[in-house]
C-alpha cells in the first residue's frame, strides 16, 4: 500500500496540499476510498466517521476541480490516481471525481463565451433573459433569435440565474458574488454591476422564485426516495 505521488513539471504549493489531503483520508479509510461511494454522483460518510477525515475529505473536493481546470498535463495528473497500488479499493472514488470535475466544469466550459462578449451586446442579451427568462419564463420556441444566438442565451439564463441565487439564497455579499462571477466566466467589474442591480431591483420577486423552485426540487426529491422505498 503505497500512496498517491502527483509527479508534474509544475511544482505548485496548491497541488501539493491537493496530494497531501488525499494521501490522509486514504490512509484514514484504511485505503478503500470506495466505500464512501454510495452512488454515480453521491458520498456519503457515516457518523463513525472522524471529524478530520470529514474536513479533510471536504477541502479536498473543493479544491479539486480548481487544481484540475489549471494543470496542463491532465493525463498525467490523472495517471497518478489511477495507478495506485490498492485501485480496486479506489477505482468507484476516483471515478467519482472524474464525473464531479466534469459536472463542475461543463457549465464553465459552455458560458465561456460571455467573456468574449462587448459590453452592449451582453447588456442587450442580459436584459433579454431576466425579464424574459427569469421573471417570466417565455418558453424556448418563443425565445428571440433577433437577440442573439439560442443557445448562447439559454446559456447565459442559466449563469444569471446562479449569480441570482447566489445572492438571494446562499447570501453572498457582493464582494463575494463578483468573485465568483470572475473567477468562473472571466467577468470584468462593469459587467457584473448589470447583474447585480437586476438582483436588488427585483429582490423579492426572485426571492419567490427561488424558494418555489427549491422547494420543487424538494418535493421530487422527496417523491424519488418514496418510490424508491415502495418498490423496495
Not at 466544469?105 to 460571455?114: C, D, R
Request: aromatic share 12%; glycine share 2%; charged share 35%.
Amino acid at each position: 500500500m503505497k500512496n498517491l505521488f502527483i509527479k508534474l513539471d509544475e511544482d505548485r504549493l496548491d497541488i501539493k496540499r491537493l496530494e497531501e489531503l488525499f494521501n490522509m483520508i486514504l490512509v484514514d479509510s484504511e485505503y478503500n476510498l470506495n466505500q464512501f461511494v454510495k452512488s454515480s454522483d453521491t458520498l456519503s460518510v457515516t457518523k463513525e466517521t472522524s471529524d478530520d477525515f470529514s474536513e479533510n475529505l471536504k477541502e479536498f473536493i473543493e479544491l479539486f476541480p480548481e487544481v484540475v481546470n489549471s494543470i496542463e498535463d491532465k493525463e498525467r495528473f490523472w495517471s497518478a490516481f489511477q495507478n495506485l497500488d490498492d485501485i480496486d479499493n479506489n477505482n468507484e472514488f476516483i471515478h467519482w471525481l472524474q464525473r464531479y470535475v466534469d459536472s463542475v466544469t461543463k457549465p464553465i466550459e459552455e458560458a465561456a463565451f460571455i467573456k468574449e462578449l462587448d459590453f452592449e451586446t451582453f447588456k442587450k442579451m442580459s436584459d433579454y433573459c431576466f425579464k424574459n427568462l427569469i421573471l417570466q419564463d417565455v418558453g424556448k420556441k418563443r425565445i428571440d433569435k433577433t437577440v442573439g444566438d439560442e443557445q448562447q442565451i439559454q446559456i447565459l439564463r442559466k449563469a444569471l440565474f446562479t449569480f441570482c441565487d447566489m445572492v438571494i439564497s446562499d447570501n453572498f455579499s457582493k464582494e463575494n458574488a463578483f468573485d465568483n462571477l470572475s473567477r468562473m466566466f472571466g467577468m470584468e467589474e462593469s459587467y457584473c454591476e448589470i447583474w447585480w442591480k437586476y438582483v436588488e431591483q427585483n429582490e423579492e420577486k426572485l426571492w419567490r422564485i427561488l424558494m418555489m423552485k427549491h422547494q420543487k426540487n424538494l418535493e421530487n426529491k422527496v417523491e424519488s426516495l418514496l418510490q424508491i422505498i415502495l418498490e423496495e
